[in-house]
């Protein structure tokens, strides 16, 4: 009885979820319908922006969805409603742009509105503290980032959202998409590898020759200091220089302006939490085991090999989960120094004050950040496990 | 602080002040960069002022974080707000995978061109690092300790203040810096949404395919970061060295 | 005067302290002693309403604790915890002056107080006052840890383990120090241990506690020669009895007349150092002296091992 009562007692942060639904529903637009891409839009609440059974069926369930945040405190209950709840409006919008958009007009544009957001929002937030407090293993957690990840591509084939701004903005442009994203996966991961290559050394030296440690990481620390867009324009004279004067590096591609700099400065940057993370991880290893193994006569390279190394991996992945992380989002400034990337369409929708080309832009690389974020942490608690 | 530490941090600000006032000083230095007799220095505005306003809106963002990530850290490890704890936790985690453009792209379309989106990216998004430094912090703080100032009398306004605060202070300081330098880069964006800033001189130099411009203003704003960090490190060094703490070697 | 009557705990289920019931005199040592887990700590920390009671109530000299508001209440207790929770950020006179300034003294009265209280601890105040924590031994940081719970001049002491981190010799000592800084203030201690010996030491009385209950509430001397369970008697340990009995009398109670060869023990000695240097020299009986020096008896290997029986 007092466990029943308790379970249906107010939930607090659910309360705010459910302000937010409300706020959502009945006080904000759910799309912004505009002329053509670059006017200024009239927003449509969401009685208006739907058939009536759609917006009375989305209605009723975002306000379910809000009750049972109240009420209920069951995490898996409160995630299977913030799930419903984001599988009912997301293809909602995109029925909402076909519905709004004139027949055989293909100027008009449809947008997700305040409404939409905070619905999404507040979904998210009940899904995120659901899966918080469910502490879900790194294999269910790499299963619901796939099923999330599935349903977004199912969106995206199935044409449902065809209609929206942000998909015209994409079709205008689909060879380009293509390219720019590519060339961010290059930056970003292919920045990541390099210093792989040379901060796992470095790690190792800097962790066997102390004062080497030291000089490396202030040296790496500085630089991790300088902002991107300067660390890039500090870049621009001396690839300038080479470029013009070594024919071999203009052969290879390297130019002041580019994708050089962006990738050399990416590459900097990522070396400071890979040799950080590499030192500390040899480092972590209890000072008695140190001290038993050289008693047992373990040479410091055996040392290094049979104990400190296969201690190691946890915290060096945490490292390069920093650098992927960082990457991904720095990529994103390489477009100012024409370095490609998403950030051109963020740079160019900005330029437009077109919000759906910076949009085009910024969504894929907030998912790609956030992937690699839930994929890395993964690995890296499965690492964990395996070495206690 | 040893004596040529010293003298490297002096020279570096001196360089910078120098740099910033009387620019055409060094324009023999950025001379052989220009082609086609364009100038070797930034000409399209003050340095100083450029400088100043880069400096103002970082300083205010950085204000306005820390007093909402200080609130915010403060209520969710009170025993009324601890509902909110894991949420936020994940938030502050799930929030650092933005990149910081994209938070300032998406603010242009919503509050239109100049210092406004700055300041909203600049915020947000400095919120993070200092609200997750805070909550280390005050969670850091030894339940002994604790135990033994509730055991003395202590109020939990007087354990708040006389107590948490004051130990979790070097992490809060680290989590401020970490913010400011955050924001001293998204500043140097802003120019791309017209907010005044040591940005412009970059841009410009890269619209103008100017490279003296481009090195100037990257040379003054690496100097500016490397210097607030260095300073605002120091100053933490101060207070976890009066703790006891082994102060970090590096960062 | 202390007084805990029908005292209880639980947390949901589970009973952490189950009806206890004591009367801790005015300026004596009390100490609760039991082994890990049996609700000791709990105990102590409903005195000072650190843990709320389940049941029952705590009287200190006759007030109910639950009348006063628990911030006042806690002023007017000193609390000691094992690894003393002093605050790192403040130095040890900040440290010693916490309750004084919640309190509200004037400046020149917390100095005061601050000095008399390391010279009384044997800190030098030139040396001691501006050092942090971290700047300090051991046993200086236990010694810092008394001196603030003692600030405000409580009627009440309050320590959990206070002794725990300390290394044995320098343990020892502190174990001496706070019977004499007690004796001299008058203070009434309430002291938590799982080690028996540093009850014996320092208990006027010892609570005895198992599994949340109290077994025995008795002298040292009673709990060797009437324990009242088989646990108190393990706990206590058969083969230590006469020794930690011995140990409780002093050469006073074993004077016989007559004379004896050798260098004098002191009548303030115990039994139990007497007893050893009979038994290291090879004599039957030594003489006695008194705190002038003048010899008042002799006590002999026979009339202490009488001493060292359980009683008829
Ligand atoms: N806040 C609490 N919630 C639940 N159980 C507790 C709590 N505090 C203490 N206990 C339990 O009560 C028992 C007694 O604890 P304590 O009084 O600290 O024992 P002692 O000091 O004798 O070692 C232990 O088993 C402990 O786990
Ligand atoms: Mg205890």
């Known amino acids: ?104 007009n293909t100027f008009a544009r449809v947008s997700p509105a305040l409404g939409f957001w905070l619905l999404a929002l507040a979904f998210a937030l009940l899904a995120a503290d659901a899966l918080t407090r469910l502490r879900l293993s790194p294999w269910a957690r790499l299963a619901a980032l796939a099923v999330a990840a599935g349903a977004v591509a199912l969106l995206l084939v199935s044409g449902a959202w065809n209609d929206l701004s942000l998909l015209k903005e994409y079709a205008g442009r689909a060879d380009t998409f293509w390219r720019e994203a590519r060339q ?94 590499t030192v500390t991880g040899l480092r972590q290893v209890p000072a008695a085991v140190i001290d038993a193994a050289r008693g047992m006569g373990l040479s410091a390279r055996q040392r290094l090999w049979q104990v400190e190394l296969p201690l190691a991996p946890p915290v060096i992945l945490t490292g390069i989960r920093i650098v992927l992380v960082q990457n991904l989002g720095l990529a994103t400034v390489a477009a100012l120094i024409g370095g490609g990337g998403f950030g051109t369409f963020v740079f160019q929708g900005i330029g437009q004050t077109a919000i759906d080309l910076v949009l085009l832009g910024a969504i894929p690389t907030v998912a790609l950040s956030f992937a690699a974020a839930i994929i890395l942490d993964a690995i890296i608690d499965l690492t964990r496990r395996g070495s206690p | 602080m040893s004596a040529p530490s010293l ?131 005050l969670m850091e703080v030894s339940p002994q300790t604790l135990d033994a100032a509730k055991g003395m009398g202590m109020n939990p306004r007087q354990r708040l203040f006389q107590v948490e605060l004051p130990l979790a202070l070097p992490v809060i300081l680290a989590g401020i810096r970490l913010s400011v330098i955050i924001s001293l880069g998204t500043a140097t964006i802003g120019s791309t949404v017209a907010a005044k800033g040591l940005g412009e001189v970059i841009i410009a130099g890269l619209q103008s395919n100017n490279v003296a411009f481009v090195l100037q203003g990257g040379l003054v704003v690496a100097l500016l970061a490397v210097l607030i960090h260095d300073g605002l490190g120091m100053a933490e060094r101060r207070v976890s060295a009066k703790l006891g703490r082994a102060a970090d070697e590096v960062s | 005067m202390i007084e805990i009557e029908h005292l209880s705990k639980r947390y949901a289920e589970t009973i952490v302290v189950d009806d206890v019931s004591l009367r801790m005199d005015e300026g004596t040592i009390t100490v609760v002693v039991g082994t890990s887990g049996a609700g000791k700590s709990t105990l102590l920390r409903m005195i000072n309403r650190l843990v709320e009671p389940s049941e029952g109530r705590v009287l200190i000299d006759g007030q109910d604790t639950m009348a006063i508001p628990e911030d006042q209440l806690r002023h007017r207790i000193g609390y000691v915890i094992q690894g003393y929770g002093l605050f790192p950020h403040r130095n040890v006179a900040e440290n010693i002056a916490t309750v004084p300034r919640l309190l509200g003294w004037d400046k020149r009265q917390i100095a005061a107080r601050v000095d008399e209280l390391l010279d009384l601890f044997q800190l030098d105040p030139a040396e001691f006052a501006n050092k942090f924590p971290h700047e300090l031994s051991g046993g200086q940081q236990q010694r810092v840890g008394v001196a603030r719970a003692l600030a405000a001049k409580p009627a009440v002491l309050l320590m959990d383990e206070p002794f725990g981190a300390l290394d044995p010799v320098i343990r020892s000592k502190a174990q001496d120090d706070l019977v004499a800084i007690q004796r001299r203030l008058g203070t009434t201690v309430v002291l938590v241990t799982h080690d028996m010996n540093e009850a014996f030491q320092l208990g006027d009385r010892i609570a005895v506690m198992d599994q949340a209950r109290l077994l025995q509430y008795a002298t040292p001397a009673e709990l060797l020669t009437r324990p009242a369970e088989a646990f108190v008697e393990q706990l206590v340990g058969t083969a230590e009895r006469p020794f930690r009995l011995l140990s409780l009398l002093k050469v006073r109670e074993a004077i016989e007349p007559g004379p004896a060869e050798g260098e004098p023990v002191s009548v303030t000695d115990t039994l139990r150092d007497a007893l050893s240097r009979l038994i290291w020299t090879g004599r039957e009986a030594l003489p006695v002296a008194d705190a002038s020096g003048a010899l008042v008896g002799r006590v002999s290997v026979k009339g202490i091992v009488a001493h060292g029986r359980s009683a008829p």
């Not at chain 1, 891409?37 to 969805?65: F, T």
């Not at chain 2, 340095?47 to 609130?71: E, N, P, Q, Y």
């Open chain 1, 1 to 104: 009885m007092s466990s029943l009562r308790s379970s249906l007692s107010l939930d607090r942060l659910g309360s705010v979820i459910a302000v937010l639904i409300g706020a959502a529903l009945f006080a904000s637009p759910f799309v912004i319908y505009r002329a053509n891409r670059i006017v200024a839009g009239e927003g449509r609440m969401l009685a208006d922006a739907l058939p009536p059974s759609g917006s009375v069926g989305v209605m009723v369930l975002a306000l379910a969805v809000a009750g049972c945040a109240a009420l209920v405190r069951a995490p898996l209950i409160r995630l299977a409603a913030a799930s419903i709840g984001l599988c009912a409006i997301f293809p909602a919008v995109g029925w909402s742009a076909g519905f709004i958009t004139p027949p055989g």
């Open chain 1, 184 to 277: 961010h996966l290059w930056l970003a991961f292919g920045s990541m590898a390099a210093a792989c290559l040379v901060g796992l050394p470095l790690g190792i030296l800097g962790h066997r020759v102390p004062r080497l440690r030291n000089a490396i990481l202030q040296v790496l620390n500085v630089v991790q200091t300088v902002p991107s867009i300067a660390l890039f324009g500090i870049l621009i004279a001396p690839l300038g220089y080479l470029a013009a004067h070594v024919p071999l590096a203009a052969a290879l591609g390297i130019r002041g302006i580019g994708a050089a700099p962006a990738f050399i400065a990416l590459f900097l940057y990522s070396l400071l939490p890979v040799v950080a993370n």
């Open chain 2, 7 to 137: 003298l490297w941090r002096g020279a570096a600000l001196v360089l910078l002040l120098l740099f910033i006032t009387a620019p055409q000083l060094f324009a023999f230095a950025f001379e052989p960069l220009t082609v086609n007799g364009a100038p070797a220095i930034y000409n399209q505005g003050s340095l100083l002022s450029l400088t100043l306003s880069h400096l103002r809106i970082v300083f205010l963002a950085t204000l306005a974080s820390t007093i909402l990530a200080l609130g915010l850290g403060i209520f969710v490890t009170r025993p009324s707000g601890r509902e909110f704890l894991p949420l936020s936790r994940s938030l502050v985690n799930i929030g650092q995978t933005f990149p910081p453009v994209a938070v300032l792209a998406i603010a242009v379309p919503l509050v239109g061109f100049g210092e406004k989106p700055t300041f909203i990216a600049l915020f947000l998004y400095g919120l993070l690092p200092i609200f997750e430094n805070t909550l280390t912090g």
